[in-house]
């Protein structure tokens, strides 16, 4: 079993950052693909980022490409997504999520967070 914990979301204006961070626990971290995804009102979840155990490896969806940066620290437990020059259509809940391996498939990731809310204003 695997506990993850989001934090970092909040309200921020157009253009500017966030950075969401995710804590796991129960099972060894070096041994999960994590990834983030999102979830907009009235809309399905949607792929955002992942990264494989390692980290060498790291997948972005199109729509954040060269705004989102996804990085873990298999020290910590930690996984991050670093968010810069955020457009209005990035709000939505954002959810940790972890599995055997990274993946762009939701259903194929095993754990997920609660989700942190992460609004940008115009």
């Known amino acids: 079993q695997v506990q993850l914990v989001e934090s970092g979301g909040g309200l921020v204006q157009a253009g500017g950052s966030l950075r969401l961070s995710c804590a796991a626990s129960?099972?060894?971290?070096?041994?999960?693909?994590m990834g983030w995804f999102r979830q907009a009102p009235g809309k399905e979840r949607e792929f955002v980022a992942a990264?494989?155990?390692?980290?060498?490896?790291?997948i972005y969806a199109d729509s954040v490409k060269g705004r989102v940066t996804i990085s873990r620290d298999n020290d910590k437990n930690t996984v991050a997504l670093q968010m810069d020059s955020l457009k209005p259509e990035d709000t939505a809940v954002y959810y940790c999520?972890?599995?055997?391996?990274?993946?762009?498939?939701?259903?194929?990731?095993?754990?997920w967070g609660q989700g942190t809310q992460v609004t940008v204003s115009s």
């Open positions: 999520a972890a599995g055997s391996f990274e993946s762009t498939y939701a259903r194929l990731y095993n754990y």
């Open positions: 990264i494989s155990r390692n980290g060498g490896r790291t």
């Open positions: 129960g099972r060894t971290f070096n041994y999960l693909g």
